[in-house]
DNA sequence: CTTGTGTCAGAATACGCGTTCCGGCAGAGT
DNA sequence: ACTCTGCCGGAACGCGTATTCTGACACAAG
């Protein structure tokens, strides 16, 4: 007897997540939600409760279809520094795609825009660079160059993650992705030198 | 006969950035701007005219009390390398003294909090970044260990801004000093190591 | 065709915030 | 002591937006 849905709750959240990450979080009012999305505030509200659910639910969708096909090879098989240079590879290209200047990385405009007065948020910020850090350590464990010890790994991991953060931001500013590939360059090439 | 001004414009912008610094733009109310500045609505409005002409105003106070004696030694004499790792010292002093986890940098945050929908927050925070870059390059021009080609010099000063920037952030979800601190000293490690 | 369920569009509500406005008063000059 | 200037505290206004509510409607089942 009821209407066929027209969306499910990932389709939403889905179409929230562009919206969101071109235009943060305070900018996106509900009436830009309900037009971008084509889902009424009826329909927002029973399958989410509210906006700030809605924008928690756009981190795995995030993580799903962005951060998963940039990252996961990373911790595949072969050579550690081959991993971590084509990880910057698909970043560069992945900004490329979306277009430069662009919205940068979803998580870290979260950081900054909502993570400092938000602890939920906060938490899955923490994840995310969690998730980058632990990838960037086991691509160093496979670099067969060099035997880092333990500590150093870590610290060398996180100081790639700090990075590929701080490139992301660089990449709403620019609108040469050139300049991108550049400043990766220069960056695994000191990592490159110091591992060799 | 008029009552003696308990207040420069110059004083209520340090006390305002005080407060968007910790808070952000969007949070920081004008109720909040009144009690913590001291400052009555009708004091800011005749100074400055509203809230955003007081925020931009904040920036060349950050940069006098904040950006300058961190930065402004780089651009000094001797050896360029030196300068760079002094430079990351006092930057780690500094998120210290203001406590940890802290606000970060005050530019970073509205590089991603304001400026994508404001094109004068925008051109502060690009004035901001060009000093660091050209800060960094005239240093790497005096390190004497070195002959870098100028294109990649300028490279190599973007991706040290870059870090730069990096770090602040990370400075906001950490709470020692000493990662932060080793942080600097794994990326002045592979420059170090790349220079020589 | 009729019925009933769940969706949709838009109105109504509640609230927060930037800005403006107004009485009261503190204090320097005479 | 008096006056007069201009600043202060706080109320008032207008606007924008998150949330709730309501009546109309679309569609599948009988």
């Known amino acids: 007897m009821p209407r066929k849905p027209s969306h499910t709750p990932e389709s939403l959240a889905d179409s929230a997540l ?4 071109y235009g ?3 900018a996106t009012s509900m009436d830009i939600l309900v037009k971008k999305t084509g889902v009424s505030r ?3 509200y029973t399958d ?8 928690l639910a756009c981190f795995p969708r995030y993580h799903q279809h962005v951060v998963s096909p940039v990252l996961d090879p990373v911790t595949g098989s072969g050579d550690g520094m081959a991993a971590i240079v084509g990880y910057f590879g698909r970043l560069v290209e992945m900004a490329e795609s979306i277009g430069l200047p662009g919205p940068g990385c979803f998580v870290v405009n979260a950081s900054t825009e ?3 007065h938000d602890p939920e ?3 899955k910020v923490a994840e995310h660079n969690a998730r980058l850090e632990t990838a960037f350590s086991t691509a160093l464990q496979r670099e067969q160059s060099t035997r880092l010890p333990m500590p150093h790994r870590k610290a060398l991991a996180r100081t790639i993650m700090i990075f590929s953060n701080g490139l992301w931001t660089a990449s709403r500013s620019t609108d040469k992705s050139e300049t991108l590939r550049e400043h990766a360059a220069v960056f695994l ?7 060799k």
Not at 18 to 21: P, R, S, T
Not at 48 to 55: R, T, V
Not at 189 to 195: A, H, S, V
């Open 48 to 55: 989410y409760g509210g906006k700030k659910a809605l924008y």
């Open 189 to 195: 090439d000191l990592l490159e030198y110091r591992l």
């Open 18 to 21: 562009a919206q969101f990450w």
């Open 121 to 123: 948020v906060a938490a």
């Open 24 to 26: 943060g979080y305070e």
């Open 114 to 116: 909502v993570a400092p």
């Open 42 to 44: 009826h329909g927002i």
